[in-house]
Nanobody, 123 residues
């Protein structure tokens, strides 16, 4: 079992930055990722990190978002810079049953989810 609790959401202006954190308990040496869901849209993968620190990003956030993970502190983070209004969404931390990046941005590959944290970016 893995329990995930996100924090760090809030409001920012376009061009600003926010940092999301996810406190994890349980076995976390597995694929972990950040997802988001905007009103009226499907949940989409934002970034994922494997246990060997390899990462993958959605094209829409490449160069702006950075995912990191600490196995010592059992935390997953998402540093978001140069925010855009289209980044507005509820952001979720998630953990998969295995480790691997092949389908790491697909929500269906994940089994453990946090409760979500709102990010709002104004223009």
């Amino acid at each position: 079992q893995v329990q995930l609790v996100e924090s760090g959401g809030g409001s920012a202006q376009a061009g600003g930055s926010l940092r999301l954190s996810c406190a994890a308990s349980g076995y976390t040496r597995r694929i972990m990722g950040w997802f988001r869901q905007a009103p009226g849209k499907e949940r989409e993968g934002v970034a994922a990190i494997a246990n060997d620190r390899r990462t993958t990003y959605a094209d829409s956030v490449k160069g702006r978002f950075t995912i990191t993970k600490s196995n010592i502190q059992n935390t997953l983070s998402l540093q978001m810079t140069n925010l855009k209004p289209e980044d507005t969404a509820v952001y979720y931390c998630a953990a998969g049953p295995y480790d691997g990046l092949d389908t790491a941005l697909a929500p269906d590959e994940y089994v453990y989810w946090g409760q979500g944290t709102q990010v709002t970016v104004s223009s």
